[in-house]
């Protein structure tokens, strides 16, 4: 089970009417993919989790000072920190702001800052739990996302570890995703390790689930990215072996296969979840 998709291979399975477990792998990969490609297309993540130190500009494009921030990851359920750069950019010096100076909408994901933001680009930074629940697809998951472990960056250390143990971890090593067999974890525990020559030399950072999470939140996935999501997996499931096919004939029946992923329908659903962002 991947914690951060949008469906789970036990429900595609349930839909296909597949009782066996030969083709699990398979199908969470693309559950994974199909995930992947709706959250590119809305810009942000759905399944709740904490996001650390996402980055906002505090100026307007013409320079002015913004007043309210769109979340990238809506909607929102607490605001940890809210804070600007008073420093450099070689020496930055993140300050907090004052919970009594701005207003969340946690619904919209909307940040208001009736006095105004202090100018800058990539100044402004924000932690805070957001997403949706997927509660409702029978995963009770909590993730934390872009969290930086202890250990140290040197190009050739390659144990870390986190503040709390973990079910799962995606590495991110210099800026790059690691393959699952380049990182060496066990569930339940909160260390891992890269493999050979795999060790960071300016930067890594983890995506966890936390080990034991508890169902904690407002607001649960839409069902109607959902069944997008199911209806995708389902329709490339069934077209696996006819990849790069245009089309085949039965008798006096065609099939022609469609280019696109996703039917106008289901992009207009999906459209209703895209995140803003505004100059």
Same mark, same amino acid.
């Given at each position: 089970?991947?914690?951060d998709a949008l469906t789970t291979a036990a429900r595609i399975k349930e839909r296909l009417g597949i009782t066996v477990a030969d083709f699990d792998d398979l @199908? +969470? +990969? @693309? /559950?994974?993919? &199909?995930? =992947? *490609? /709706?959250?590119?297309m809305c810009g942000r993540r759905f399944i709740q989790g904490t996001y650390t130190h996402e980055l906002h500009d505090g100026s307007n494009i013409d320079g002015g000072r913004r007043t309210f921030l769109i979340v990238k990851n809506a909607p929102v359920q607490? &605001?940890? =920190? @809210?804070? !600007?750069?008073?420093?450099?950019?070689?020496a930055p010096s993140w300050t907090d702001m004052d919970e009594d100076t701005y207003h969340v909408d946690k619904e919209a994901g909307l940040i208001s800052v009736p006095g105004g933001l202090p100018r800058g680009f990539q100044n402004i930074r924000l932690t805070y739990t957001g997403g949706f629940s997927g509660y409702s /697809?029978? &995963?009770n998951n909590f993730w934390f996302f872009n969290v930086t472990p202890t250990g140290t960056v040197d190009g050739s250390n390659r144990t870390f570890t986190l503040s709390e143990d973990a079910s799962q971890i995606v590495v991110y090593a210099d800026g790059l995703r690691e393959a699952a067999a380049n990182v060496t974890f066990t569930a339940g525990t909160a260390t891992f390790t890269l493999a050979e020559g795999r060790a960071p030399s300016s930067a890594i950072a983890v995506d966890y689930l936390r080990e034991n999470a508890a169902e904690d939140s407002d !607001? !649960? @996935?839409? =069902?109607e990215i959902v069944e997008v999501c199911e209806e995708v997996v389902s329709k490339l499931f069934k077209? *696996?072996?006819?990849e790069g096919k245009?089309?085949?004939? #039965?008798g006096e029946s065609s099939i022609t296969f469609s280019?696109?992923? #996703?039917?106008?329908?289901?992009r207009a659903a999906i459209k209703n979840y895209r995140r803003g962002y505004y100059l």
């Open positions: 089970m991947y914690g @199908l +969470n +990969n @693309l /559950i994974l993919g &199909v995930t =992947a *490609r /709706i959250e590119t607490t &605001v940890s =920190a @809210l804070q !600007y750069n008073a420093g450099s950019n070689s /697809i029978g &995963v !607001y !649960y @996935l839409p =069902a077209r *696996r072996e006819s245009t089309g085949e004939t #039965f280019e696109k992923w #996703f039917t106008d329908d289901q």
